[in-house]
T-cell receptor, first 118, second 113 residues
Framework: AQKVTQAQTEISVVEKEDVTLDCVYETRDTTYYLFWYKQPPSGELVFLIR??????QNEISGRYSWNFQKSTSSFNFTITASQVVDSAVYFC???????????????FGKGTKLSVIP | DAGVTQSPTHLIKTRGQQVTLRCSPKSGHDTVSWYQQALGQGPQFIFQ???????QRGNFPDRFSGHQFPNYSSELNVNALLLGDSALYLC????????????FGDGTRLSIL
């Protein structure tokens, strides 16, 4: 069975600090996808990034960067120079590649609540 | 380009009642998934619909059922409501290609009294 662990329940940082959100996953599949979503207080889950299991290149998008390491089954997310608008709950998620189109489900971690203090 | 829309936004029911939640997928998407998110928890997968059929199901009882219509919109039905069914119900849509990101609606907040 697949599992996602986000050990950090809550993190508080002062604005402009860098912060890293940890994600560790478990799966028996060799082909899988990893995702990060942001959930602001409004409730909607906002897609941030997708990574497939064959692509271990790190990715940077503006102030966001992601570090994928298969050797440690981790997919960590770093926000550089944090801003108040980054305050939200962040979820890491995993999907395994089942046979058949349209047939995959997301397994989410419990989320990390990030508070950026001005 | 409209995103995923869900209705209603909030709903209050009593134990034993039945409820229907609705979802319209993002334009171009043909797959709809439903998730239940309890307070302080991550979303839990309920089921997924593609080509009007349930394709995958999570660990939820038969009281949870759904439907997908020819226009790809979907309904989630819950019968014999329990207090524990109080949660945010999220609908997500995606394209049928494996690994495509799911895009979520704002959710329906269901409260059971």
């Amino acid at each position: 069975a697949q599992k996602v662990t986000q050990a950090q329940t809550e993190i508080s940082v002062v604005e402009k600090e860098d912060v890293t959100l940890d994600c560790v996953y478990e799966t028996r599949d060799t082909t899988y996808y990893l995702f990060w979503y942001k959930q602001p207080p409004s409730g909607e889950l906002v897609f941030l990034i997708r990574r497939n299991s064959f692509d271990e290149q790190n990715e940077i998008s503006g102030r966001y960067s992601w570090n994928f390491q298969k050797s440690t089954s981790s997919f960590n997310f770093t926000i550089t120079a944090s801003q108040v608008v980054d305050s939200a709950v962040y979820f890491c998620a995993l999907s395994e590649a089942h046979s058949g189109a349209g047939s995959y489900q997301l397994t989410f971690g419990k989320g990390t609540k990030l508070s950026v203090i001005p | 380009d409209a995103g995923v829309t869900q209705s209603p936004t909030h709903l209050i029911k009593t134990r034993g009642q039945q409820v229907t939640l609705r979802c319209s997928p993002k334009s171009g998407h043909d797959t709809v998934s439903w998730y239940q998110q309890a307070l302080g928890q991550g979303p839990q997968f309920i089921f997924q619909y593609y080509e009007e059929e349930e394709r995958q199901r999570g660990n939820f009882p038969d009281r949870f059922s759904g439907h997908q219509f020819p226009n790809y919109s979907s309904e989630l039905n819950v019968n014999a409501l329990l207090l524990g069914d109080s949660a945010l119900y999220l609908c997500a849509s995606s394209h049928r290609d494996r690994g495509q990101p799911q895009h979520f609606g704002d959710g329906t907040r269901l409260s059971i009294l």
